[in-house]
Nanobody, 124 residues
Framework: QVPLVESGGGLVQPGGSLRLSCAASGRTFNTYAMGWFRQAPGKEREFVASINWSGSNTYYADSVRGRFTITRDNAKNTVSLQMNSLKPEDTAVYYC?????????????????WGQGTQVTVSS
């Protein structure tokens, strides 16, 4: 198990940008595929983006593709989510997650490790 801690959330205007970070502990981070999920009030948690354990492959939800970028730095045990052109509908608590597999997944149930979440609010 790799403990995860998210940071970087906050309040931003529509059209603005935020960069979220997720720090992992443990010596096997490079064997985990990682993902970002989000949950808005009254809604189910939804997939945002994923990245395989080498960082060579990424996948995005249709709602964020072209605006968000997921990256990882295995030397620093971190994964990041750069969010540009933010919209009010992006408002949610964002969670990073990990699974011990080469490839990422869009399914919440396939991730075994989760961070505590960080709030992102997009409003004018």
């Amino acid at each position: 198990q790799v403990p995860l801690v998210e940071s970087g959330g906050g309040l931003v205007q529509p059209g603005g940008s935020l960069r979220l970070s997720c720090a992992a502990s443990g010596r096997t981070f490079n064997t985990y595929a990682m993902g970002w999920f989000r949950q808005a009030p009254g809604k189910e948690r939804e997939f945002v983006a994923s990245i395989n354990w080498s960082g060579s492959n990424t996948y995005y939800a249709d709602s964020v593709r072209g605006r968000f970028t997921i990256t990882r730095d295995n030397a620093k045990n971190t994964v990041s989510l750069q969010m540009n052109s933010l919209k009010p509908e992006d408002t949610a608590v964002y969670y990073c997650a990990g699974r011990r597999s080469f490839s990422g997944s869009i399914y919440e149930s396939e991730y075994t490790d989760w961070g505590q979440g960080t709030q992102v609010t997009v409003s004018s």
